[in-house]
């Protein structure tokens, strides 16, 4: 008796946790430039979907939202690559990737990208299976401005009574401004995703939440 109770605790215990695991998607980023036009990057989207594999964060508040229950989950981060193999997959148009979260059993996490001329902005957003926000971060990047001296040195070669000899000429302009226009940096990226997995108590899936 004591046998198939332990193993009816195995089982229940099992089903908890696989209850309360996280499965991430990491759609597409959306990136805006200053003449109005939206597209993507493909170099940025490799960079999130490298970035967002590091949960940390996402696992330490889901921990701690979860207290005193014990969380007892996994998270699991998929991309545009691997979606199909998630648990379950359904058919869904991902263009609109928080809606297939409810289909899929997944949050979403959003990237938007504003580039402007003198500064850019990253914004992640995370949404939970019902199309909920959860969590999201920003971070802006100033371009900056760097001044160029402008100067000449010519040397000339002149024939006097007492042999030849160099002359030099030095001239010097005012300095001329150069604007280094707002580039979003990988440091960047992965500052708004540790701000955007620093998920509020919405997050948590145990029975008892703080």
């Not at 949960?55 to 998270?75: A, C, E, F, K, V």
């Not at 010519?154 to 005012?174: C, L, N, R, S, Y």
Request: aromatic letters at 10%; proline letters at 5%; glycine letters at 6%.
């Amino acid at each position: 008796m004591l046998t198939i109770l332990f193993f009816m605790s195995l089982v229940f215990a099992n089903q908890d946790s696989a209850e309360q695991n996280v499965q991430v998607y990491v759609d597409i980023t959306e990136v805006h430039d200053p003449g109005g036009k939206t597209g993507t990057s493909m170099p940025l989207n490799i960079l999130v979907s490298d970035i967002a594999q590091s949960t940390g964060t996402l696992r330490h508040q889901m921990q701690y939202h979860s207290n005193p229950t014990n969380w007892q989950g996994d998270i699991k981060v998929f991309d545009w690559k691997n979606i199909k193999h998630i648990p379950n997959f359904e058919q869904c148009d991902y263009s609109d990737a928080i809606s297939c979260g409810s289909v899929n059993n997944h949050w979403t996490l959003r990237t938007v990208v504003l580039v402007g001329e003198k500064y850019s902005t990253i914004t992640m957003k995370l949404y939970d299976q019902q199309g909920l926000q959860i969590g999201h971060g920003q971070k802006t990047r100033w371009g900056t401005i760097r001044w160029k001296p402008r100067w000449k040195l010519t040397k000339v070669k002149e024939q006097g009574p007492f042999g030849g000899a160099t002359k030099e000429i030095f001239e010097m302009w005012p300095p001329e401004m150069q604007e280094i226009p707002p580039l979003i940096r990988p440091f960047d990226v992965r500052q708004t995703m540790i701000s955007t997995y620093f998920v509020d108590k919405t997050a948590c899936v145990t029975s008892n939440c703080k």
